[in-house]
């Protein structure tokens, strides 16, 4: 969620819907792929005059993320323009950059435009990469991990500051700087922290005043020295948001180095033990090649990462799908030990009966027993109708 203000808009031209008017009526814009993402449905009766030609301000509608804010802008376009303006939309408009597209009102896509934005180096490069916001004890031991996810840029952390429902300022922080790959910490409670996690790691400093991370979700927003929204979003303790509330674990941001979208539960899981890894990391990552089985036992090299067995020494498989009953409902089920730090690959129980079509629909997750080191021995069920023929299952590991 990355922003420069409200006074974003999307314009959008709409040539040859015939000889004056134009009716956008129920269409919807939305953008995907960036970390922004707007949304926004024109009402019904929506219209747009002109009889200009493409490049004048006719045949034109903005849409505003507000329309009082896109009337106070200095420059144009702006208000007292005669403009045609619309709002608001839902969401930001990414300084990384992203896609916009227009559905008409079957859903057919009408029209399409991407920008790369201008992102600031904060923007770019400064991710939180870990919030430990229910340590478990008497909970002073939170802490919000960021980190640097430049390889070859330091970033001056001068101003940069969070001003949601945690604040903090790194002015007067005796970190000022975080070099290429770096990261660092700041705290609820520093003495409680250290009882923790010892002196060694890298502290900027404690929450302002008595913010803290509730331990229900919060809303966090952290802005470069300009003011510039670096990553706004909010986290929760609840399902699709991993399990890390209540025994210790903390949220770790996956693949930080792709500067994912923390607004997005997927991008994050629970810490392998409880405590995190503040200041460092606890990901298993993979290096081969995905396809590759040099000790021969039928399992790829990335079947065996995410299943957390070793590709130079034969695994059995060890899948045994059983069939049963619950209260006249019939199931099948699987059980699976694999690795919850293999953060290069999703994971998906799937079915077929043909061998052909393979989907993970009707599969919930009934059990999940930690083990050491990050694995988990996960138990999956999904009902089936009496008297279904053959079904197929399978473990599905997906390269990222
Ligand atoms: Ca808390
Ligand atoms: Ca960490
Ligand atoms: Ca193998
Ligand atoms: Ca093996």
């Not at 539960?265 to 081969?288: L, M, Q, V």
């Not at 899948?319 to 089920?333: C, K, N, S, T, Y």
């Not at 999956?380 to 599905?396: A, E, L, P, Y």
Request: charged share 15%; hydrophobic share 35%.
């Amino acid at each position: 969620m990355i922003s420069s203000g409200l006074s974003l808009f999307c314009r959008f031209i709409f040539v040859g819907f015939g000889c004056n008017k134009s009716s956008p009526s129920t269409w919807t814009t939305f953008s995907d792929g960036g970390q922004g993402g707007v949304t926004f449905t024109f009402e019904p009766g929506t219209i747009v005059n002109g009889t200009g030609t493409v490049g004048t301000n006719a045949n034109r509608i903005y849409v505003a993320a507000s329309r009082n804010a896109f009337k106070t802008r200095t420059v144009a376009p702006k208000g007292g323009q005669s403009l045609n303006v619309t709002g608001g939309f839902q969401g930001h408009l990414s300084n990384l950059g992203e896609t916009l597209n227009l559905l008409d009102d079957t859903g057919t896509q009408r029209a399409t435009t991407s920008y790369t934005g201008s992102p600031t180096p904060h923007q770019h490069y400064l991710a939180i990469t870990e919030i430990m916001y229910n340590p478990g004890g008497d909970g002073l031991a939170e802490f919000i991990e960021l980190r640097n996810i430049s390889t070859t840029e330091a970033l001056g952390m001068a101003n940069v500051h969070f001003n949601a429902d945690v604040e903090f300022n790194f002015t007067g922080s005796p970190i000022i700087s975080l070099a290429p790959g770096a990261r660092c910490i700041i705290v609820r409670d520093l003495a409680a922290f250290r009882a923790v996690h010892g002196d060694a790691v890298p502290v900027a400093g404690v929450f302002a005043g008595t913010t803290a991370l509730a331990n229900g979700g919060e809303g966090l927003k952290l802005e470069d020295p300009q003011g510039n929204t670096v990553k706004e979003f909010a986290y929760d303790d609840i399902a699709p948001w991993p399990p890390a509330d209540g025994n210790g674990a903390s949220l770790v941001l996956m693949r930080p180095e792709t500067n994912p979208d923390p607004a997005l539960p997927k991008n994050w899981r629970a810490s392998i033990s409880p405590g995190g890894n503040p200041a460092a990391d606890d990901a298993r990552r993979f290096t081969g090649v995905h396809g590759a089985d040099d000790d021969h036992d039928g399992l790829s090299a990335l079947v065996e990462y995410g299943l957390g067995t070793s590709d130079g020494t034969p695994s059995g498989l060890g899948l045994h799908p059983v069939r049963g009953m619950d209260a006249g409902q019939p199931f099948i089920e699987i059980t699976v030990t694999r690795q919850t730090n293999a953060d290069d690959a999703t994971f998906a129980v799937q079915s077929t009966s043909d061998l052909n079509t393979w989907s993970g629909n009707g599969w919930t997750l009934r059990t999940s027993v930690p083990g050491s080191d990050g694995a988990v021995t996960e138990t999956w069920r999904r009902n089936t109708v009496s008297g279904d023929g053959r079904v197929f299952v399978r473990c599905h590991f997906t390269g990222l």
